[in-house]
């Protein structure tokens, strides 16, 4: 069965500000944050108000028609230096996920040939729905190529929250999840917590909730025993980039993972839109991981955890080596190793 949820998107543009669902509140509280201001988009990307690279680019892009607006009202320097000036500052809200990027300099070459700043507002207010749609339309096709290869009677481990709330709406990983439960391919769902900041407890469950999927939401140390119970039958998860070899960018324990599933004989898939496939890049030891602050490991909500004076490393993300990964599905098609040839042939012609 489909849902009217899975047309859901945590974005929504007015026309002149910007509503982002907070994702810091979910899912006790469903609070948006309104604002016209590009600094406040760039405030909520590093505070991952709003997350999931997919959804970080087309928050950033809007931010970019945000500034844009702002920046026309005002008669202070040079308005193309000035608006170069705050894609920079957009572009480093966070520095793993390749879409952020992806959509700064797609807006730029939107707006390069507006003969008016008036012209440039339009062009970039416009080119950011279009990313936007094209999103949603692309985790679309996501799901129905990586649906086919989910085995009937399947039960499925995903990590982290790669849904509706973290792209312009559906999802990747969760989009596959999403069309192959529709299709009744699937039995359940597995969501691990997705320590530190639980985006699989807090997120993916409400996702999976909203839509009726059966599902259980499990501790991160339980995958590896799932696996070797026989429980899992597919491993589906999202990416923050893919380098050109196949190397993949994910939420930190994705590697620990793909081992798992490679040591239990389990297929091991990657779900992205070719906006996160980073093509100048030859391996996945090129991609720079974000370190977020101590604080996340040490507290949660608020309350500290571990005793005072302990120090913590909390790197955001891992690289997950092409080995492990069975297929990369974009909306593009299918890729399999070897990915070098594979994801070259994919991304012909695309401007990702
Ligand atoms: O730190 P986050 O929550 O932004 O990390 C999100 C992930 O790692 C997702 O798996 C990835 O961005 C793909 S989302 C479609």
């Known amino acids: ?45 590093r505070n991952m108000s709003v997350r999931g690279a997919p959804a970080i680019g087309i928050a950033g892009a809007y931010g970019l ?33 390749a879409n952020l990027a992806w959509a700064v300099e797609r807006m730029l070459s939107a707006s390069a040939s507006a003969q008016t700043t008036e012209e440039v507002v339009s062009d970039l207010a416009s080119e950011a ?12 096709r996501i799901g129905d190529n990586g649906a086919k290869l989910i085995p009937w009677g399947s039960r499925a481990l995903t990590h ?7 792209t312009g709406g559906y999802g990747t990983a969760l989009g596959i999840i999403r069309a192959a439960w529709a299709q009744n391919r699937l039995e359940r769902v597995y969501a691990t917590e997705t320590r530190p900041l639980l985006q699989g407890a807090r997120l993916t469950a409400w996702e999976l909730l909203r839509d009726g999927i059966e ?14 119970r026989g429980e899992v039958n597919a491993v589906l998860v999202g990416a923050d980039r893919v380098a050109s070899n196949g190397d993949v960018a994910n939420k930190i324990g ?11 004989g389990i297929p091991f898939y990657v779900a992205a839109p070719a906006s996160t496939f980073d093509m100048g890049i030859s391996s996945g030891d090129e991609i720079v991981i974000e370190e977020r602050d101590e ?43 070897p990915y070098r040839r594979s994801l070259a042939a994919m991304m012909e012609g695309a401007n990702g």
């Open 295 to 337: 604080s996340e490991i040490l507290s949660y909500g608020g309350n500290r955890i571990a005793p005072s004076g302990m120090s913590a490393f909390n790197p955001a993300f891992d690289v997950t080596p092409n080995r492990y990964v069975t297929a990369i599905v974009s909306e593009r098609g299918v890729a399999r190793p």
């Open 129 to 140: 729905a279009s990313i936007h749609r094209e999103d949603v339309e692309g985790n679309r």
């Open 1 to 45: 069965m489909t849902s009217a949820h899975t047309d859901f998107s945590p974005i929504v543009w007015r026309g002149d500000s910007l509503s982002l669902l907070d994702q810091r509140k979910l899912p006790s509280e469903e609070v948006w944050i309104e604002t016209s201001d590009y600094r406040a988009v760039v405030e909520c990307i």
């Open 254 to 264: 994705t590697y620990s993972l793909a081992a798992l599933a490679r040591d239990n």
């Open 160 to 166: 982290c929250n790669t849904g509706a709330l973290a």
């Open 215 to 228: 599902a259980n939401l499990v501790a991160d140390s339980a995958a590896g025993a799932l696996m070797r």
């Open 65 to 97: 028609a945000l500034a844009a607006m702002e920046l026309a009202q005002s008669c202070i320097g040079d308005f193309s230096d000035r608006l170069h000036a705050a894609a920079r500052e957009i572009g480093r809200a966070r520095p793993t996920g």
